[in-house]
């Protein structure tokens, strides 16, 4: 049989293959046969995709298969896989193998979970577009002229074109949820510390967190379910007790729009469909509220130092001493010099640079403690926020997906692409991007996301408002 892997969710692959409708294999081969080389997903595809197809196969035969048994996964490549090639898309890093598996991949090895490819991701996860990959550009399935958003454009475009059923991306600064929304899938970031960062190549280590993608909601929560929990490698890692000493009672049914925030600087066709969508819920039950947050427009701010400055101190283990890439010089410095202005790309040296001031003596006080104190009080805000609403909610973008190229040479318009994501990972709540709609542009139809916030570990809100909006059977 056919198999449509551009519409199919993981129960209902599950249920088939159980039935003997298809085989895991057969899975493997119909996504395989779904990608396409134009759109540059990945970075590497796995020679051992039909090798793990099999081993999911012998799990059915015994009767030993689970929800995610078999299924077809792509991977950020910026998450380690054992004996994988794991560039985080930077030259620096182009032929280091991992020789350890992140948590959330033992976790879904344990499943059964077969892993198609490491996709592909702006140089370390740093951009908004997946421009800045030293693999090339990935293009958006919609317009091939325009960007699938970042950084973990790769994985929203295997999933959004069937290469895979669902993806791993990270979301530092709205890297998951922002592709998600301009490739038209399903795309969460956690409550900071719920899924444990081992194995994730560190950028900025107090907002990076690993994250799915999906078709639907339902194929998010599953992926979700199976990766969160404490984990012992991961110092911030919150322990399960208190995730589920968190789940208490509510009744979902107020929600919050930030209407003096939601309104700034946004397209006037995003801004439509927001609307539309709040109407959308409005008629699905839910109590609209406007709400105030009055130092979210700082947020940006504050994640443009905290993100720079961690970045600095994370990158600076690349040296080219231990592993990686190494340019030699005539001495020890000259080797340093070379190594890192060849190896990182351009981006990636801006944020360095930005980082190592915010952090230089004199100006540590000036910008970096400041930006520490503000991120509280913003996260008191939601705090306070959340004492009358359920939920808060945004578009996910002020626009829809933009050209290659656009705002490749004005840095700030691109760091305004993240706007409504930014103060999610800033304060360590949890959201998620749903498909809201389309616009069109240039004769195309190209689609939009709702942002919708919840409490912190209240992932079990955002799900249900999430399956509301767009209707059970997503």
Same mark, same amino acid.
Request: net charge negative; glycine share 8%.
């Given at each position: 049989?056919?198999?449509?892997?551009?519409?199919?969710?993981?129960?209902?692959?599950?249920?088939?293959?159980?039935?003997?409708? =298809?085989?895991?294999?057969?899975?493997?081969?119909?996504?395989?046969?779904?990608?396409?080389?134009?759109?540059?997903?990945?970075?590497?595809? =796995?020679?051992?995709?039909?090798?793990?197809?099999?081993?999911?196969?012998?799990? =059915?035969?015994?009767?030993?298969?689970?929800?995610?048994?078999?299924?077809?996964?792509?991977?950020?490549?910026?998450?380690?896989?054992?004996?994988?090639?794991?560039?985080?898309?930077?030259?620096?890093?182009?032929?280091?193998?991992?020789?350890?598996?992140?948590?959330?991949?033992?976790?879904?090895?344990?499943?059964?979970?077969?892993?198609?490819?490491?996709?592909?991701?702006?140089?370390?996860?740093?951009?908004?577009?997946?421009?800045?990959?030293?693999?090339?550009?990935?293009?958006?399935?919609?317009?091939?002229?325009?960007?699938?958003?970042?950084?973990?454009?790769?994985?929203?475009?295997?999933?959004?074109?069937?290469?895979?059923?669902?993806?791993?991306?990270?979301?530092?600064?709205?890297?998951?949820?922002?592709?998600?929304?301009?490739?038209?899938?399903?795309?969460?970031?956690?409550?900071?510390?719920?899924?444990?960062?081992?194995?994730?190549?560190?950028?900025?280590?107090?907002?990076?967190?690993?994250?799915?993608?999906?078709?639907?909601?339902?194929?998010?929560?599953?992926?979700?379910?199976?990766?969160?929990?404490?984990?012992?490698?991961?110092?911030?890692?919150?322990?399960?007790?208190?995730?589920?000493?968190?789940?208490?009672?509510?009744?979902?049914?107020?929600?919050?729009?930030?209407?003096?925030?939601?309104?700034?600087?946004?397209?006037?066709?995003?801004?439509?469909?927001?609307?539309?969508?709040?109407?959308?819920?409005?008629?699905?039950?839910?109590?609209?509220?406007?709400?105030?947050?009055?130092?979210?427009?700082?947020?940006?701010?504050?994640?443009?130092?905290?993100?720079?400055?961690?970045?600095?101190?994370?990158?600076?283990?690349?040296?080219?001493?231990?592993?990686?890439?190494?340019?030699?010089?005539?001495?020890?410095?000259?080797?340093?010099?070379?190594?890192?202005?060849?190896?990182?790309?351009?981006?990636?040296?801006?944020?360095?640079?930005?980082?190592?001031?915010?952090?230089?003596?004199?100006?540590?006080?000036?910008?970096?403690?400041?930006?520490?104190?503000?991120?509280?009080?913003?996260?008191?805000?939601?705090?306070?926020?959340?004492?009358?609403?359920?939920?808060?909610?945004?578009?996910?973008?002020?626009?829809?997906?933009?050209?290659?190229?656009?705002?490749?040479?004005?840095?700030?318009?691109?760091?305004?692409?993240?706007?409504?994501?930014?103060?999610?990972?800033?304060?360590?709540?949890?959201?998620?991007?749903?498909?809201?709609?389309?616009?069109?542009?240039?004769?195309?139809?190209?689609?939009?996301?709702?942002?919708?916030?919840?409490?912190?570990?209240?992932?079990?809100?955002?799900?249900?408002?999430?399956?509301? =909006?767009?209707?059970?059977?997503?």
């Amino acid at each position: 049989m056919k198999i449509d892997t551009k519409k199919l969710t993981i129960r209902e692959a599950h249920s088939q293959m159980l039935k003997g409708d =298809f085989t895991a294999c057969d899975l493997a081969h119909a996504c395989l046969d779904n990608i396409n080389p134009e759109l540059n997903i990945f970075i590497e595809l =796995f020679d051992d995709v039909l090798e793990q197809a099999e081993k999911a196969d012998e799990m =059915f035969a015994k009767k030993e298969a689970t929800l995610l048994t078999g299924i077809p996964m792509a991977i950020k490549n910026n998450i380690c896989i054992k004996g994988k090639r794991t560039t985080a898309g930077s030259k620096i890093l182009e032929n280091y193998k991992a020789v350890y598996d992140a948590t959330v991949i033992r976790k879904l090895k344990a499943e059964g979970v077969v892993f198609i490819g490491g996709t592909n991701l702006d140089e370390f996860a740093m951009g908004s577009s997946t421009e800045n990959s030293a693999y090339g550009v990935t293009k958006n399935p919609f317009d091939e002229t325009r960007v699938p958003g970042g950084s973990s454009g790769g994985s929203a475009v295997a999933v959004a074109t069937g290469a895979c059923l669902a993806a791993l991306g990270t979301d530092t600064g709205g890297s998951v949820r922002q592709p998600a929304s301009f490739c038209g899938v399903v795309g969460m970031k956690s409550t900071y510390g719920v899924v444990s960062r081992h194995g994730a190549v560190a950028v900025g280590s107090s907002l990076d967190q690993i994250s799915p993608f999906g078709k639907v909601v339902d194929d998010v929560q599953i992926i979700f379910d199976c990766i969160k929990g404490n984990d012992e490698m991961d110092s911030t890692s919150i322990p399960d007790k208190v995730y589920q000493e968190a789940q208490v009672e509510r009744k979902n049914k107020v929600i919050g729009v930030p209407k003096h925030f939601v309104e700034k600087g946004v397209d006037e066709d995003v801004l439509a469909n927001f609307y539309d969508s709040v109407d959308r819920l409005k008629n699905n039950g839910y109590e609209i509220k406007e709400i105030d947050l009055p130092n979210l427009e700082y947020a940006l701010a504050v994640y443009y130092i905290i993100m720079p400055a961690e970045v600095s101190t994370n990158l600076a283990r690349y040296d080219g001493v231990r592993y990686g890439f190494l340019k030699e010089g005539e001495n020890l410095l000259e080797d340093y010099l070379k190594t890192k202005g060849e190896g990182f790309g351009k981006e990636v040296r801006r944020r360095i640079m930005l980082g190592t001031y915010i952090l230089s003596a004199g100006y540590n006080d000036a910008y970096y403690n400041k930006a520490l104190a503000l991120r509280d009080v913003i996260k008191k805000d939601f705090e306070e926020v959340f004492k009358t609403v359920d939920a808060v909610i945004t578009p996910t973008s002020p626009t829809p997906a933009f050209k290659i190229g656009e705002k490749s040479n004005d840095p700030l318009q691109m760091y305004l692409s993240d706007i409504f994501t930014v103060s999610i990972n800033v304060v360590g709540i949890p959201a998620i991007s749903v498909p809201s709609g389309f616009v069109k542009r240039d004769e195309k139809d190209l689609p939009l996301g709702l942002q919708i916030i919840t409490p912190e570990m209240r992932e079990d809100i955002m799900f249900e408002i999430s399956e509301n =909006f767009l209707g059970k059977s997503a």
